[in-house]
């Protein structure tokens, strides 16, 4: 997993990915943003991924942007952690 992919949490629900692409530009290239939505609803759910051009430019923006007001919250920023093998199974019951 490279360090050049980040976390961003604490959203406005409003945000796109464009606009956390102009947000992330000024640190350096922008290979991606992709902000996470919920399945059902396609509503954002607050957080997104950006993928920054090298390591370098992800520790400029996460220390240009963690804890700075983004649209009225704080934004978080970290390096993304890799992504945990969970076991994909539903929830609930329904067999009878």
């Known amino acids: 997993m490279s360090n050049n992919r980040l976390y961003v949490g604490n959203l406005p629900f409003q945000v796109t990915d464009a606009d ?3 947000l992330f530009t000024p640190f350096g290239t922008v290979a991606k943003a992709n902000v996470i ?3 059902d609803t396609g509503r954002s ?3 997104a991924f950006v993928e ?3 390591a370098e430019q992800a520790q400029a923006a996460i220390g240009g942007l963690d804890g700075k007001p983004f649209e009225g919250r704080n934004l978080q ?8 093998d969970r076991p994909r199974g539903g929830g609930g ?4």
């Open 93 to 96: 019951g329904g067999r009878y």
């Open 45 to 47: 759910r607050g957080f």
């Open 52 to 54: 920054m051009g090298n």
């Open 77 to 84: 920023v970290s390096v993304a952690r890799p992504r945990e």
């Open 37 to 39: 939505t919920d399945r």
């Open 20 to 22: 956390l692409t102009n």
